[in-house]
């Protein structure tokens, strides 16, 4: 649908205990915008992004997909993805059991078909070599890379990252920007919360910088 | 001698088969209840948690031989009659199943928060999360522990003999108290030796397995 906003967050609120640590927050994105979340720690970014991915839920608020609203909780629609700051990536399967997981589990794929869905997606981020390895054999910028194939496989509208770059040589930071780019080709929606302003900043369509208690667009 | 041997093999033999099937079925029924038991100690319902810590506690803080008696002579004063086969393996499993759920729940709380996060963002059911991504973790984690568990089990099944049943351990004495002799004895350990030493093959196999990942 057009003029919809691919992501609208609206009057959100989240504390812990006493402690507010989001307050009034309102955002929107467009299909295939990138923004990134930056602000000191302990300001509320990490929990505003496991809001967005249902890991976490808030208090009050209304988050829209599409213009229709959603609970980020329910993962029927698979609207967001997510890269976690250590990847997380399950040490018991191989790569290519790691991307195809869900594809076959909850989208009941056969492996094989799922193996031929994943493909497209394992040339683009280069990982032909290491699909048959476990992730505690991989580089961290293979294991951030297959994390994020892992993530692409289930179709996510919105795909989050925590940290993307802190546990990654410098000299890595070039290429998943250019990860990130070409995901934003592909018309895919990127949050990122990153310490890193100035990758931060390069990356983005919009920054939203989250002061203490408070985000401002 | 040899003809000694050969001729209290088929008693001894018997008495193994039992020692194997209270091993069996301890092991068959006694790690699932030590998982569940497990989850409920992380349950966070605090009723549970403190049922199941009580059981724990009375459980590992008692002797086994304590609760085989306690099933087989002592229930039946208040009516609670079970036969001397399921006295033993009632005895046991619930035993058993308390030290598990002790080495599970170290296990599952070693498991990283984070594995189940991205589970969960990926949409799988708790129950795929639990087959698919914690269980296989889980085993690999608990392995040597269990494996200790196990060795020690095929160990303690000679205490059955408390309540009258014919395992390895009274197959032996018995002979030896019936011929003078100390060969029954030797071939009793022996056995228990071939038993033990089977298992921590088999355990050394499955562990292997477990080390193509980290």
Redesign the interface.
Known sequence: MSGNKILELKNINKSFGSRKIIQDLNLELDKGDILSIIGPSGAGKTTLLRMI???ETADSGHFYHDGQEFDPTD??K?V???V?Q?F??????TVMDNIT??PV??KGLSKKDAEVAAQRIIDELDLNEVVNL???QLSGGQKQRVAIA??LE?QPAILCYDEPTSALDPELVGKVKEIFFKLKQNGITQIVITHDHQFGKEVADKILEVSKFKGEQ | MINYIISILPSLFSGAWLTLEIFFWTTVLAIPLGIVVALGLLSKIKPLEVILRFYIWIMRGTPLLLQLIFIFYGLPTIGIVFPRYESALIAFVINYAAYFAEIFRGGLQAI?K??V?????????SW?RFH??IQ??LF?IVLPSIGNELINLVKDSSLVYVIGLWDLLRAGNVATARDVSLVPLVLVGILYLVLTGLLTYILGVVEKKYN???
Request: no cysteine.
């Open positions: 991915a249902g890991l993962r029927s698979h967001v993805g997510m976690f250590d997380n990536l399950f040490p018991n399967l997981l869900a589990n909850v476990y992730p505690y892992r993530a289930m | 990283p984070g594995q996060e991205a589970g969960q963002v990926l949409g799988l059911s795929q698919r991504i296989p973790q690999k193509v990942w980290k």
